[in-house]
T-cell receptor
Framework: RKEVEQDPGPFNVPEGATVAFNCTYSNSASQSFFWYRQDCRKEPKLLMSVYSSGNEDGRFTAQLNRASQYISLLIRDSKLSDSATYLCVVNLSGGYNKLIFGAGTRLAVHP | GAGVSQSPSNKVTEKGKDVELRCDPISGHTALYWYRQSLGQGLEFLIYFQGNSAPDKSGLPSDRFSAERTGGSVSTLTIQRTQQEDSAVYLC??????????????FGPGTRLTVL
């Protein structure tokens, strides 16, 4: 079983749609969680961290369920510029600082 | 300030040759990581340097791969006797001083390696 699993997609949605991505992780000792965004042929960039209480940044909402070892990302009012691959990332127990990346979920927003 | 830089941006080599990939992290960042990403795949962890501690080499796929970090700054990833399956984008990332698990890793633009 992969340490971090994501639906590869692609998710093809119209502008303005709401789309949700899910991610599961296998190591219960995981301590911190992130969503990174990667544009085609570019390096990954941090989109947002995922906190236990859930957090929101504009149109983006991230949630964490430690009991189910599950992370989600919700994008509201999708824009064409949201088209990218979204990487779910997990950091093992504190201080270890080794990020485990999921293979990513591809999103394509069309007019 | 300047971000993470990597060189070369593209490298084409023949099977069996050695290659060296360079990473210049953000100044002051104590942690440095190497990953590789094959076409359409996720990032695969290779090696991690943290300050003066012994590096975590657990992700290196074979003994043909090695990396060093000189003076706690620049890092070089060396692949000896390259094979076609080594073709991938090699990404370097750096991270600021210890300050919690939520410090962001900043990635360089990568080196696209093609082994013919």
């Amino acid at each position: 079983r992969k340490e971090v699993e994501q639906d590869p997609g692609p998710f093809n949605v119209p502008e303005g749609a709401t789309v949700a991505f899910n991610c599961t992780y296998s190591n219960s000792a995981s301590q911190s969680f992130f969503w990174y965004r990667q544009d085609c042929r570019k390096e990954p960039k941090l989109l947002m961290s995922v906190y236990s209480s859930g957090n929101e940044d504009g149109r983006f909402t991230a949630q964490l369920n430690r009991a189910s070892q599950y992370i989600s990302l919700l994008i509201r009012d999708s824009k064409l510029s949201d088209s990218a691959t979204y990487l779910c990332v997990v950091n093992l127990s504190g201080g270890y600082n080794k990020l485990i990346f999921g293979a990513g979920t591809r999103l394509a927003v069309h007019p | 300030g300047a971000g993470v830089s990597q060189s070369p941006s593209n490298k084409v080599t023949e099977k069996g040759k050695d290659v060296e990939l360079r990473c210049d992290p953000i100044s002051g960042h104590t942690a440095l990581y190497w990953y590789r990403q094959s076409l359409g795949q996720g990032l695969e962890f290779l090696i991690y340097f943290q300050g003066n501690s012994a590096p975590d080499k657990s992700g290196l796929p074979s003994d043909r791969f090695s990396a060093e970090r000189t003076g706690g700054s620049v890092s070089t990833l060396t692949i000896q006797r390259t094979q076609q399956e080594d073709s991938a984008v090699y990404l370097c990332a750096s991270k600021g001083p210890a300050g919690g698990d939520y410090n962001e890793q900043f990635f360089g633009p990568g080196t696209r390696l093609t082994v013919l």
